[in-house]
């Protein structure tokens, strides 16, 4: 009954989560705003992937699609998310709400400004463990509840809180308790620190990789600070225009992005590299995700743009050791074309 007796492998080759050719669309008077557009992506038993892009690229879309909590305008237009061997796009709306907290639970910068202003702390743990089926003593429930808490640095005291007694980073390691309670396969944490100062946002990360440790699930952390998630994800995925444009382990990533846009991406975020002087914004604007044009999507903002990539979309290939990145300048059949190389 105490929380987190079993442990999972860290980054075993179990996986937890596929998912196959994602697309998720807003429907609009415009047309359909492609938010998701064929993201593919596979996460195993304890592994940390970290999502990055800039705002509006689809990264909680993404979120809330794996979590089925999209609403209309969304639609789900294709794809497949296995998690544990089950498609949750197959669910029922029953079984669905079961397998958040259970199997996986979200963890966003609004969450914690979900509690129950007039509810104990306790209490709203509580709900949702017998709104899964729980039937424990109430000696059983606080107790669970006291050792949640316990794992996210909170005294166990703050059980008997409601949360206007509490500050931003004690709600959010609440909300972080509150998204353990069940030991989800997957913990999705969409920018939970990015309301935090600084301190605390180190803090809470901290909490969150101990968490992940403890429990063994794997996690996808949403986030547009590279420094941040690189401290803490095995794995970074860059998205871009509603694809995911390059797919590495951190220290490649960090050390050698392939794609033009994760190069740019790296450059913006003060603080990585020490060599850097000044801090670079990306030129240019995303595109509309309304009518797309053919070829690579970034290929308006990019450096080492070639003439085959406004015809050509890149494929996400694999470049070795599961790294994979969509940029034509790393396809096999590489167009003969005059290119500027990418200064990093
Ligand atoms: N209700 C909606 N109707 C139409 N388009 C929408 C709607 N909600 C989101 N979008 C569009 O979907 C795209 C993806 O949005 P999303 O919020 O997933 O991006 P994000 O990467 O999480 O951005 P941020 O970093 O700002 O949180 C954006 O282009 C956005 O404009
Ligand atoms: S495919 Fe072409 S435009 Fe797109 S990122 Fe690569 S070089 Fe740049
Ligand atoms: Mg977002």
Request: charged fraction near 20%; proline fraction near 6%; hydrophobic fraction near 45%.
């Amino acid at each position: 009954m105490s929380a987190f007796t079993q442990s999972a492998p860290q980054g075993s080759s179990d996986p937890v989560l596929q998912i196959n050719d994602l697309h998720v669309h807003y429907e609009t008077a415009d047309g359909a705003v492609r938010a998701v557009s064929g993201v593919s992506l596979t996460l195993n038993a304890g592994e940390r992937l970290a999502l990055v892009g800039e705002s509006g690229c689809g990264k909680t879309t993404l979120a809330l699609a794996i979590m089925r909590l999209l609403r209309p305008p969304a639609r789900i237009a294709q794809g497949e998310v296995w998690l544990a061997g089950r498609d949750l796009l197959t669910l029922s709306d029953e079984e669905m709400r079961l397998a958040r907290l259970a199997d996986v639970s979200l963890v966003t910068q609004a969450a914690m400004n979900a509690l129950n202003p007039v509810m104990r702390i306790e209490d709203q743990i509580i709900d949702g463990l017998v709104d899964h089926g729980y039937q424990w003593s109430k000696a059983e429930f606080r107790e669970h509840v006291r050792s949640l808490l316990e794992h996210v640095g909170l005294d166990a005291s703050v059980a008997r809180m409601y949360p206007h007694e509490l500050s931003g980073g004690m709600k959010q390691r609440v909300a972080m308790a509150t998204a353990t309670a069940l030991e989800p396969k997957l913990i999705i944490a969409d920018e939970p620190t990015s309301a935090l100062d600084v301190v605390v946002q180190r803090q809470v990360m901290a909490t969150l990789g101990r968490l992940q440790k403890e429990t063994g699930a794997a996690v996808i952390l949403v986030g547009h600070d590279m420094g941040l998630v690189a401290q803490f994800a095995d794995w970074v995925g860059v998205m871009y225009a509603g694809k995911l444009v390059e797919l590495a382990p951190v220290q490649q990533m960090v050390e050698a992005p392939m794609h033009p846009y994760s190069k740019l991406l790296l450059q913006s975020v003060p603080g990585l590299d020490e060599k850097r002087e000044r801090l670079t914004g990306i030129p240019g604007m995303p595109p509309r995700l309304i009518n797309l044009p053919p070829g690579c999507l970034f290929a308006p903002r990019c450096p080492a743009v070639m003439a085959h990539c406004w015809q050509v979309e890149p494929p996400l290939d694999a470049t070795g050791s599961g790294r994979r990145v969509a940029c034509h300048l790393f396809s096999e059949n590489r167009p003969h074309t005059s290119m500027l190389e990418v200064d990093a």
